[in-house]
Each structure stands twice: as structure tokens, then as C-alpha cells.
């Protein structure tokens, strides 16, 4: 889903709140409840939800660590690589078949 869709406008309440559309909700299995990790970036703000999945990831990179002798920081640099290395592939995937 994310890439796939349209970009959605949302507007900042006098609070500093914002509605995230329904589908992103659901995408990302958003519940009433659910805490979010929020952080600057060179880009922006970052939302990032704390979901069940989330949770799982960490745990198994927590684990990856453990078994391996490194640090937590270290491993999830590593995954977080990883992950950067392959959306990087998709993207230069996609952009050569839109050049065709």
C-alpha cells in the first residue's frame, strides 16, 4: 500500500492533532489506543505506529542480538540498512520500467 496511493492531505487541530485517513489505519493495524513513536527527521515528522507487528520486529532483532553478541543499536542499524538496500532496489526497479 504505501507508494501505491495518492498522497492525502490532513490538517494540524489547534492541538496539533491530525486524522490519519482510514485506510493507512487499517494498513497499518492502527486501533484506538495504539501509541506512536514520533521523530524529526531531515525530511519531517515521522509517525511511526507501535503495533503488534512492530513490536515482533524488535523482538526479533532483539533476539538477532543476543544470539550474535552485538548490541541492540547495532543490529537494528543493520536491519534498518537492510531494509533502506532493498526499497532503494524497488525504487531504481520501478523508475527503469517508467524510462522504457
Known sequence: MPG????QTVC???????VIPAALRKYFQIENGSEA????TADGILLR???????KRAR????????TG?????EWAKQKAEERDLEDAKNA???????R
Not at 505506529?49 to 513490536?55: K, N, R
Open 12 to 18: 494540524f487541530t489547534t492541538k496539533g492533532q491530525i
Open 49 to 55: 505506529p507501535v503495533t503488534a507487528w512492530s513490536i
Open 93 to 99: 526497479r520501478l523508475s527503469s520500467r517508467r524510462s
Open 70 to 74: 552485538s548490541d541492540f543499536a547495532t
Open 4 to 7: 501505491k496511493r495518492a498522497k
Open 60 to 67: 526479533g532483532v532483539a533476539k538477532k542480538a543476543t544470539a
Open 37 to 40: 513513536i514520533v521523530e524529526e
